[in-house]
């Protein structure tokens, strides 16, 4: 059975056979696991009131261990969300009252992003979810399959331009 990828590349081969578009084949595969991936993790974060970004603060100042503060640098530099939307994310959370804002005991002009027990109790309800949501997207492949796939993956994510 082919994919739609498949029958791209197949029209492709028929239109301009002299081309290499082996290349299409990955990231066109890529682009569209991508997709979906982020599709069924937005499920499950709209079920906990969050969003991708919102859960990666969190996540982010979770695993950062107690007291779970980071400078808003930190935060930007440890999570999967650009320098540019950390202070929008972050307004957006303090105004639930998932994050605190407070003075930098080190830096008199700077800040630190603390979790509040309020956010740490979401984030620690929506990480199993989140997981069990990742298992479901992955159970096509086998434990040795998967570590392949992020060795892979790493191999190309950590390119430079």
Do not use: C
Request: glycine share 10%.
């Amino acid at each position: 059975m082919t994919d739609q990828v498949g029958r791209i590349l197949e029209q492709w081969q028929r239109e301009k056979p002299g081309l290499d578009v082996s290349p299409m084949a990955v990231i066109g595969r890529l682009s569209r696991t991508a997709l979906t991936v982020e599709s069924r993790l937005a499920g499950t974060f709209e079920r906990h009131g969050l969003d991708a970004s919102a859960f990666d603060v969190l996540a982010t100042l979770l695993r950062s261990g107690a007291p779970y503060r980071l400078s808003p640098a930190e935060l930007a530099l440890e999570s999967m969300i650009s320098t540019s939307a950390v202070a929008q994310r972050l307004n957006k959370l303090e105004a639930r009252g998932l994050v605190a804002r407070e003075a930098n005991p080190n830096d008199g002009r700077g800040t630190l992003v603390a979790l509040t027990d309020t956010g740490k109790g979401l984030i620690e309800k929506a990480l199993p979810d989140h997981l069990e949501t990742e298992r479901a997207i992955l159970s096509p492949l086998s434990g040795d399959e998967q570590a392949a796939l992020a060795l892979l993956l790493g191999r190309i994510g950590n390119t430079e331009g």
